[in-house]
């Protein structure tokens, strides 16, 4: 340390001291020299050293973009977590998070296929009158997987909040929950209430017991009365689902259906069952 030199007169208790040993650097900027220096306190040098750094305004441009840079990262990350966490919330397993419009049979369904891809995109809308879906058709057509593109949509595009299931998985949660008196029911079923929007898969195929179709029944209805969304998919006609679910002399069925006539728009498909007609072609 015998080179090195004292650049900074006076008695400061904090300054540095140039290590000329060490040759100095050019800002990219504006060419300014930069020395490597050592910090003094109170006399005392530190042996850890450092290169000066550059005030000019490009080193402070280049401050201020790392810095954007930085915060689009964290924006991105929290993105990414949300959407993670929104897809956990949502039951949709691996099974149907890879159900997409992308991987669509468009040439099945073309029209329902757009109805579909309009309601995703312009959910807000459809949202704020309350305003819903039901796909109706064969086994096998495309319904669920259009169900769950819209699920899948609406939580990586938007963000949006989604439950996906069958009625016996999301109130046979539910009952669990109340029978164990799980302090988790009166969640699910809130959840289940005010969620921006719950697709049900499958409605017609559960067993309806009494219990259960009292709690679909005041689910849709907490729905229709906050304006809060449904999508559905049937292998049934409403005619169908309503008989079925007026069990016990109730008229819960027909309550349950008129909601949903009001609520949803009904998305007909046709066509052959293709997990069928793949099944053909492979032979
Ligand atoms: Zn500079």
């Excluded at 530190?46 to 964290?74: H, M, N, P």
């Amino acid at each position: 340390m015998t080179n090195m030199r004292n650049f900074m007169n006076g008695d400061d208790f904090f300054r540095f001291v140039r290590d000329e040993n060490k040759p100095p650097v050019r800002c990219e900027y504006c060419g300014r020299l930069l020395y490597y220096v050592y910090p003094v306190v109170g006399g005392r040098q530190s042996s850890a050293g450092f290169y000066e750094t550059c005030d000019c305004e490009g080193v402070k441009q280049r401050e201020v973009e790392e810095e954007r840079k930085y915060i689009e990262e964290l924006q991105q990350k929290a993105k990414l977590a949300r959407v993670e966490k929104l897809l956990s919330q949502s039951n949709l397993g691996r099974r149907f998070r890879e159900r997409t419009f992308e991987n669509f049979r468009f040439e099945l369904n073309p029209e329902a296929y757009r109805v579909a891809l309009d309601y995703a995109q312009n959910f807000e809308v459809y949202a704020h009158k309350g305003q819903g879906l039901i796909f109706t058709g064969s086994f096998g057509v495309g319904k669920t997987h259009l169900a769950a593109a819209i699920a899948n949509y609406l939580i990586i595009h938007k963000s949006v909040p989604v439950v996906f299931g069958s009625v016996s998985f999301l109130l046979g949660e539910l009952k669990r929950a109340y029978e164990l008196e799980a302090i988790s029911a009166d969640r699910i079923e809130k959840q289940l209430c005010t969620v921006d929007l719950l697709v049900i898969d499958d409605l017609g195929k559960e067993k309806p017991t009494e219990w259960l179709v009292e709690k679909l029944y005041f689910i849709i209805n907490n729905r229709y009365e906050d304006y809060r969304p449904v999508v559905i998919t049937t292998n049934l006609t409403l005619d169908e689902i309503e008989q079925r679910l007026n069990v016990a002399g109730s008229l819960a069925g027909s309550a349950i259906v008129s909601r949903l006539v009001e609520m949803c728009r009904i998305v007909p498909m046709h066509g052959q069952d293709f997990r069928l007609s793949l099944r053909k072609n492979a032979c």
